[in-house]
């Protein structure tokens, strides 16, 4: 199975400021076909299901603010957030779709 | 947007069946694949499995011999079985609604219903 390894477990970023998010797999998700990264990212809010953020590694859903951003190829992926809203505080989850579709185990973001 | 109503019973027992349905409404199953995800308490998530409107599965091979998953078009239901179900199966329990191509970007999802086991 693929395991995916979410790096901080938490982090506390002031408002305005960047938050990275590292995910990575234990092995290769790019997807052949179309040379493209099996990679998801989730945001999920207390009380709330999961909402798709990004796809692909690096697509962002309709909808999303563009201060959500994806990157990351092969093992080692990134979500980046910048210019921090008090409405990002949430648990942000990666996915990866290439086998079974396992997650990481989250990482808790807080705005300071 | 489609919403997704889900119901169940929020308690079972040791050894027995979880059985949830989930309600489609303002669209259509078909043309679509759904799939069911789970949250324990304070932890992450579990992809369960997907089933497509025709009714092909695929379920997450943790789970794969306790699991059925089944779509009644004609009611716009899909429903989902988790049987010989134990404490380790207390999770919230989420229906997600794929697209058409991919099981996997999901757009829509039910608003969760916790289920607990025990006696």
């Known amino acids: 199975d693929i395991v995916l390894t979410q790096s901080p477990d938490s982090l506390a970023v002031s408002l305005g400021e960047r938050a990275t998010i590292n995910c990575k797999s234990s092995?290769?998700?790019?997807?052949?076909?179309?040379?493209?990264?099996?990679l998801s990212w989730f945001q999920q809010k207390p009380g709330q299901p999961p909402k798709l953020l990004i796809y692909?590694?690096?697509t962002r859903e309709s909808g999303v603010p563009d201060r959500f951003s994806g990157s990351g190829s092969g093992t080692d992926f990134t979500l980046t957030i910048t210019s921090l809203q008090p409405e990002d505080a949430a648990v942000y989850y990666c996915?990866?779709?290439?086998?079974?579709?396992?997650f990481g185990q989250g990482t808790k973001l807080e705005i300071k | 947007q489609v919403q997704l109503q889900m119901s169940g019973p929020g308690l079972v027992k040791p050894s027995e069946t979880l059985s949830l349905m989930c309600t489609v409404s303002g669209g259509s199953i078909s043309g679509y694949y759904w799939s069911w995800v789970r949250q324990p308490p304070g932890k992450g998530l579990e992809w369960l499995g997907y089933i497509y409107f025709s009714g092909t599965t695929l379920y997450n091979p943790s789970f794969e011999s306790r699991v059925t998953m089944s779509v009644d078009t004609s009611k716009n239901q899909l429903s989902l079985n988790l049987n010989s179900v134990s404490a380790a199966d207390t999770a919230v329990y989420y229906c997600a609604k794929g697209q058409s191509d991919t099981y996997w970007r999901f757009d829509s999802w039910g608003q969760g219903t916790l289920v607990t086991v025990s006696s």
């Open positions: 996915q990866q779709y290439y086998d079974i579709g396992t």
């Open positions: 692909w590694a690096s």
């Open positions: 092995q290769s998700i790019l997807y052949s076909p179309n040379n493209k990264n099996s």
